[in-house]
């Protein structure tokens, strides 16, 4: 079996976001790991309108060409970390965007979250997990929240995730159900 594919999304297109952050933060703790390989898959190199399609990419694929490009990067990897910022109690526009631009490459498929904000962007995440379902993702339950206090801790305070060592435990208590759901998921694909 080929070693599995990680994309690790990152969901947040505009200037100065934190995004960056916890997207190397996490890929760097995953690259520790020998289970899969981890990629960034940033947003801001798939530009795509507002869904305009005549079809849902249920149904058809997109006619949009830079929808076609994101829907077929997407479909190389086996598993996703979305990196997700909360914007207003939910999702970015971007990133639910995006979804709505692709479904059969995520189909059957495990997914996880990193989010940041208020609640550590549960609210964002749990809104994800939904969308995650109707996508035939698979949406994991360990995911990392990076809460408040961390976050603003980093943003404005010169703070970094090395002061909060907590959640590099939570980065590899998800890490390895990613991984497993992802072996147990690319087999039975292959075998099916
Ligand atoms: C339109 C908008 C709405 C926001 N709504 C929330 C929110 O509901 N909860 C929250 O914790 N932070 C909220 N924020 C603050 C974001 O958490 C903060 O700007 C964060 O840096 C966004 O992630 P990004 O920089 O990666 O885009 C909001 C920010 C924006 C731009």
């Known amino acids: 079996m080929s070693l599995p594919r990680i994309a690790i999304v990152i969901g947040s297109t505009r200037e100065g976001r934190f995004a960056d952050k ?3 933060w996490i890929k760097k ?8 390989s981890y990629e960034i898959v940033d947003l801001r190199d798939f ?3 507002f869904f305009e399609e005549a079809t849902s990419p249920a149904h058809a694929a997109p006619k949009n060409e830079t929808a076609r490009r994101w829907a077929a990067h997407i479909n190389e990897f086996d598993g996703y970390i979305f990196v997700a910022a909360e914007y207003n109690h939910s999702m ?15 189909n059957r498929k495990p997914a996880t979250f990193i989010a940041y ?6 609210r964002a995440v749990e809104q994800l997990r939904q969308i995650a379902v109707e996508l035939q993702l698979a949406p994991i339950r360990h ?43 690319k087999n039975a694909r292959e075998a099916a």
């Not at 703790?29 to 289970?35: G, M, P, Q, S, V």
């Not at 995006?98 to 059969?104: G, N, P, V």
């Not at 904000?117 to 549960?122: E, L, R, S, W």
């Open 92 to 106: 970015t526009g971007v990133l639910k965007n995006a979804l709505d631009y692709a479904y059969k490459e995520f």
């Open 47 to 49: 530009p795509l309108p």
């Open 117 to 122: 904000g208020g609640v550590g962007g549960a």
């Open 29 to 36: 703790i995953a690259e520790e790991r020998n289970d899969a």
């Open 143 to 185: 995911a990392v929240h990076i809460g408040m206090i961390e976050f603003v801790g980093m943003l404005r305070d010169g703070k970094s995730f090395d002061d909060f060592p907590y959640l590099a435990d939570s980065a590899k208590a998800m890490l390895s159900e990613l991984a497993w759901w992802t072996d147990a998921l």
């Open 22 to 24: 916890p997207a190397q």
